[in-house]
């Protein structure tokens, strides 16, 4: 199981209890009783633990994974997380592009390309529902039909050839909930 910012707070549990870091059910209980989900895990600081009662044992394991887990996604510039905080309803090039500005970053050429090869990967993909798929095909025609991605009938181009070598080789997807919500997994190279 791969960390999501989507993840409920029954969710995150899970993927801690798994994660093997040395959080014991006291700890995990804590974290239940806060109702911290995925998107406030990652705003968790040392002071903020030990305002929750956390020991300085489990706080050191809980930030040192926060920060593993922020340099994961960083990795590709943080331009995952979109499709996992967004719904495919949502989804859009120019959304895409104006939410890395909002973000402070610089969108880049490579931004489209990635767009476009990232949701030509999701069209086929046989883990989400028939509505989702619908809603990406009708997105990955609109952008070829746009001409602006110059991207050919078949997908060859691979997330490697467009993001940095500590990247991700591959993506997986998993389907969440109803909302069009998404998961991906995020297999690191091996350098």
């Keep these: 199981m791969a ?4 993840f409920n707070t029954e969710k995150l549990v899970s993927f801690l209890h798994i994660q093997n870091i040395g959080l014991d059910s ?27 009662d956390f020991k300085m044992g489990p706080i050191i394991c ?3 994974l926060i920060s593993s887990l922020k340099k994961e996604s960083n ?6 997380d979109y499709f996992q905080i967004f719904s495919v309803k ?7 592009i104006n939410w890395i500005s909002k973000k402070d970053q610089t969108p880049s050429r490579n ?3 990635f767009f476009v090869i990232l949701i030509g990967l999701l069209k086929d993909d046989s883990l ?5 798929r619908s809603i990406i095909k009708d997105l990955f025609l609109q952008q070829k039909k746009d001409g602006n991605n110059k991207v050919s009938k078949n997908i060859n181009l691979s997330l490697s050839s467009i993001l940095p070598p500590s990247s991700p080789l ?8 109803d909302n069009n919500i998404m998961q991906l997994e995020l297999p690191l190279r091996s350098n």
């Design 75 to 80: 990795s590709s510039g943080g331009r995952l």
């Design 62 to 64: 809980i930030l040192e």
């Design 111 to 113: 931004d489209n390309h």
């Design 90 to 96: 949502q989804w859009s090039k120019d959304h895409f």
């Design 3 to 6: 960390f999501s910012i989507a």
């Design 26 to 52: 006291d700890d995990l209980d804590l974290l239940k009783d806060e109702k911290i989900n995925g998107r406030f895990f990652f705003l968790l600081m040392q002071n903020l633990l030990l305002t929750m």
């Design 170 to 177: 591959s993506v997986k997807r998993k389907h969440i909930d």
């Design 128 to 132: 989400l529902s028939a509505r989702s």
